[in-house]
Structures are given as C-alpha cells and as structure tokens.
C-alpha cells in the first residue's frame, strides 16, 4: 500500500508530516526528514489504536510506503495580506484537501472523533479544580485552559466554512459543556458535507471539508498528549 504524505514546513517552529488519507495520523519532525521518518511508526500506532476502538479490521495497512506529494511551508500574514512574522499564521493547504469527503470518509471521521474525544475525556479523569486551574511555568494555559482551547478551534474550524451556527461569545462557559457544544456542532455538521466541493477563502487561508476533518482530528490529538504532560 502507499500511502500519500502531505509535509508542512515551519509549523510553530517544526515540521508535521500528514498521512493523507488517514486523518488524525501524523508526526512531528524538527525538520522534514525527521518527520517523515517518524510517520512510519505513527501509522502502525494509529492502526493499533483504531483496531482496538473500532474492532480488528477496521483499519488494515498491510505493507505500505510512504510517498511525499505535496509540501507546503507555513508563512504569516498581516491583514493587508502582506508577509509578516508577527501576522495570522497561514496553515498547509494540500491538492489532496480539494478533493469532496465520501460517505466513508465522513463514517470514519465520526468514529475517529467520538474515539479522541473519549480519550480526551480519559486523559482529564480524576482531576480535582487545583489540578485543572494550577498554572504551570512556561505555559500558556491551565488544563482547564486547554480543554476550552479544543472547544474553541472546533468552533473556529466549522467557522472557516461559516458553518459555525453562531458566535463564539455563545459558547457556553464551563469547559466539559463548551466542548460537548462545539464537537455535537461538527458531528451534525459533517454529515452533510458528503461531496461537497466546497472551498472557502477566509484571512488569506483555504478551507475544505477534508481540511476541517484533517485539523480537527489532529489538534485534538496534539492537546490530549498537552494535557498527559501538564498532568505531572
């Protein structure tokens, strides 16, 4: 099997490699090379998780190699659209984010997304208030800070497309709420979105169906290994 990788360069200081056509499995580089060579792995972990959620044979890989087609380098912008360092950081856009999403891939992309949201839940088990609001050295958010920061960017994400269904000073103000608010947003949204050819230009970036999926499913990810940090 060869499977597609999409390479974003200059990503917060790093490089992030995309399996295309698995959203929610990627790896982190200090650089390309790195990052490619660290997708590998994360493709055997991302089968394992899946089969053991949704039941052997819900995903199978086989043999496989990796293959680059695209690569995009994250630059930042002002609001004249002009470079900036200090600007709106314009994320990857692939030709593979184009293509419409199909009933499977919206299947799938529910069951992975009720699964990192059951493992997001997992990871803040247990924890009393001082443990969610204690603000660690070096840290932009408390656990708690974190938890409305995925509420947030799934409202931001279902935003891009202006299918957010609503503002964000909406937003309930109690974390676990936010979150069930603005993920049963983009569950009911999703499905809906069966080939649809859709792209939107909002702040100098593109967005798809397939970039909403991708994002949302990644930074999920990324946060719930933020949270397992935070918590020691």
């Known amino acids: 099997m060869l499977i597609s990788v999409g390479l974003e360069l200059n990503m917060e200081g790093r490089a992030l490699a995309w399996a295309l056509d698995y959203p929610g499995c990627f790896a982190f580089g200090k650089d390309g090379p790195e990052a ?3 997708l590998p792995r994360a493709l055997v972990a991302y ?7 949704g039941g052997p044979g819900w995903l199978t890989l086989g043999d496989f190699d990796i293959r680059l087609v695209d690569t995009w380098t994250v630059y930042s912008i002002n609001r ?6 200090n600007g709106y950081e314009v994320n990857a856009w692939f030709r593979h984010d184009w293509k419409p999403l199909t009933a499977q891939d919206v299947e799938r992309g529910l069951a992975l997304m009720s699964w990192t949201r059951e493992d997001l839940l997992r990871a803040v088990a247990g924890l009393d208030d001082s443990q969610f609001d204690r603000q660690r050295p070096g840290e932009r958010w408390s656990i708690r800070g974190v938890l409305k920061h995925v509420a947030n960017a799934d409202w931001w994400y279902l935003d891009r497309l202006d299918l957010a269904g609503g503002t964000r000073a909406d937003l309930p103000e ?5 979150l069930r608010l603005t993920r049963a947003r983009v569950m009911e949204v999703l499905p809906t979105l069966v080939d649809c ?3 939107v230009g909002k702040d100098g970036e593109f967005w798809s169906p397939r970039k909403l999926l991708r994002r949302v499913l990644y930074h999920e990810q990324d946060h719930i290994q933020h949270i397992l940090k935070l918590r020691f």
């Open 80 to 85: 004249q659209y002009e470079l900036d360092e």
């Open 197 to 199: 050819e859709r792209v």
């Open 36 to 38: 490619l060579l660290a």
């Open 47 to 53: 089968e394992d998780w899946a089969n053991r959620r």
């Open 174 to 178: 109690d974390a676990f709420e936010r």
